[in-house]
């Protein structure tokens, strides 16, 4: 099908964006890279009044390492995400998630703001955030404010942020140096979204056992969450394979809102979670230095 | 129902044209260019075969506006061919047979010709994985992979 009428407007910068989704409210939509909104509009599940196209606005891009963190733009392309130097040296597991994404065209365009505002459930970039404890920092007719992660994804395709605001950075803690990561996914093909996926983010002790242990679950939920009681058996503990099995199988309390469509049935998706986070927590287990 | 103005070049030629808003920069190049070489297969951005190079990087033309490009430089499957010769990647598609109807094909090329332009010398697994998000109903893709391995070694080959 094609895309209902909307009216378009070049966004000549961010207060002039703002000022459109301030007037326009839930009228409007930001257009940044469009991947996931075209498709949308063209299956007519989204009827805007008007897009406003961030894609060109220099004020949202760039990445940029600033104590102890690092920032990015909303509108940085997943491709410069899996190139750009600074994100290849301190986060490969963000580089490592991009590849999951799509395809090599998606990515040429698709944005992490857009990716992360668009808040679908079998997304990567989501439960990447999580994992990693990152803050968005959102602007709109109230000013700006920072909302963690973990608050900001409320359920398929809703996020925290208002009809009147843009998610506009992204701020990420950099992990220690040493820090191991794993993500992993079960998806039908390549590149398709996940059926679940895990996003593991590790510590060791100098002695071998988890200092500090993030999971992230993906697409078995309808928003991505931790998996507080598998975080828990694992603290301080030696991280042999038995110990990753038995907390891995624990993830499945997390799931509180569970996602069941023609792609996987939650029972499905469930049977994957513990496959999917015992891999994850291999992979970050080998990946973690002792230090 | 809102115009909006373009000025861009296609295959090399410049362009300026008034489009809807809601145009794809699908439909604009096969409805107001007829450069119909671009297919619309599932529009929706799963099937590739849509794909065009915007600006020497891969696209899915049925998920970009015609007014998010303006400015670029648009290369579909007809501005490959120069001079009715054909472009070494479309020569190893006919050699290797990597077709059969045809539909693919153009997005084939196009997203072949993207990764050579940045992985002159891709392995194997490479170039299945920069293809996966291209279909094919006919081939079977076995002679596909054929087609841009030989690209690869005539260029080995003569350089």
Redesign the interface.
């Known amino acids: ?8 407007e ?1 966004a000549g910068s961010l207060a002039h964006t703002l000022n459109l989704l301030a007037q326009h409210g839930s009228e409007a939509r930001p ?1 940044a890279g ?2 996931s909104l ?2 949308m ?3 007519r599940l989204a009827r805007p009044t008007i ?1 406003v ?1 961030i ?1 060109r606005l220099d004020e949202l891009s760039g990445v940029n390492r600033s104590n102890g963190e690092l920032v990015l733009g909303a509108t940085v392309r997943q ?1 410069q995400v899996a190139q750009n130097p600074e994100i290849v040296q301190v986060l490969p597991l963000l580089v490592a998630a991009t590849r999951l994404i ?5 990515r ?2 698709g944005t992490i703001g857009g990716s992360l505002a668009h808040a679908d459930p079998a997304a990567e970039y989501p439960a990447v955030m999580v994992a990693l404890d990152a803050t968005f920092v959102a602007q709109g007719p109230k000013g700006e404010h920072e909302i963690s992660a973990r608050d900001f994804f409320l359920g398929p395709f809703t996020t925290a942020l208002e009809d009147t605001e843009l998610l506009t950075r992204i701020r990420i803690p950099r992990p220690r140096p040493g820090t191991g990561w794993g993500i992993e996914e079960v998806a039908r ?3 398709d979204f996940a059926l679940a996926g895990a996003v593991v983010v590790l510590e060791r002790s100098v002695e071998g056992t988890c200092r500090r242990v993030a999971i992230a679950v993906i697409g078995a939920n309808a928003r991505p969450v931790r998996a507080m009681e598998a975080e828990q058996a694992l603290a301080g503990q030696p991280l042999t394979a038995p110990v990753l099995r038995e907390a891995a199988a624990l993830a499945v309390k997390a799931i509180d809102d569970p996602l069941s469509d023609v792609h996987g049935s939650a029972t499905y998706r469930q049977r994957l979670v513990p496959v999917v986070v015992q891999r994850a927590l291999q992979a970050a287990t080998e990946r973690a230095a002792l230090a | 129902m809102q115009l909006v103005r373009l000025s861009l070049k296609v295959n090399g030629q410049p362009v300026e044209a008034e489009v809807e808003a809601r145009t794809t920069l699908a439909d604009f190049l096969r409805e107001q260019l007829g450069l119909t070489g671009t297919k619309l297969g599932c529009e929706h951005g799963v099937c590739g075969s849509c794909t065009v190079l915007v600006d020497g990087a891969a696209a899915r033309s049925c998920l970009l506006l015609a007014a998010q490009v303006d400015g670029c430089e648009i290369t579909t499957i007809e501005g490959l061919t120069s001079n009715g010769t054909l472009h070494p990647v479309q020569q190893a598609f006919w050699e290797a047979h990597g077709l059969q109807c045809g539909f693919c094909t153009p997005g084939m090329v196009l997203t072949a010709v993207a990764l050579l332009n940045e992985h002159p010398a891709p392995s194997e697994s490479e170039i299945r994985e920069a293809l996966s998000g291209n279909l094919c109903r006919c081939t079977g893709y076995q002679n596909i992979i054929r087609a841009v391995q030989l690209v690869v070694e005539k260029q080995q080959r003569a350089g």
């Not at chain 1, 099908?1 to 378009?8: I, L, S």
């Open positions: 099908m094609k895309p209902p009428p909307f009216a378009y070049q257009l469009g991947q075209l498709p509009l063209a299956l897009l196209d894609g491709r799509g395809h090599p065209a998606i040429n365009w093909r390549h590149g």
